[in-house]
């Protein structure tokens, strides 16, 4: 069975990234500069991480499915196909929202036994 998902990053939406920013760049993490101040990238080794404010994420989900995503790690699934990889799931997952974002992914908040999971597919650049 081919696999759908290519990386999952656990991503942490906060208030405010700041301290656990500083914590994990104390701990060894590299910055990866995403170009957005409200959503940050961290690696060590084969490990990453996505740090997000409250605000770059209502910049693409509704405030109930923020809300929902807030103070909370969440899998962060990078899907080569998120249609497909939608069909993939099992009957008891919920698409919460689906939604293209203005970083160039389809993104998919899923929800199965009361497990959240957002499933993202970048998009191919116009040509």
Known sequence: ???MAHRVSPLTVLADIGPS???????GFEVVDTG???????RADGTYLILATVEHMAAQFSSAAVQRL??????YLHVRS????LTRLPTTAVVIE????????VEALVEDDGQCM??????????
């Open 98 to 105: 689906k939604v293209p974002t203005p970083h160039g992914t």
């Open 70 to 75: 807030t103070d909370q790690t969440t899998p």
């Open 21 to 27: 920013l500083s914590r994990y760049r104390a701990l």
């Open 1 to 3: 069975m081919n696999s």
């Open 36 to 42: 957005n101040p409200g959503c940050v990238g961290l």
């Open 118 to 127: 957002i499933l993202a597919e970048k998009c191919a650049p116009d040509a």
């Open 82 to 85: 998120l249609e497909e990889a």
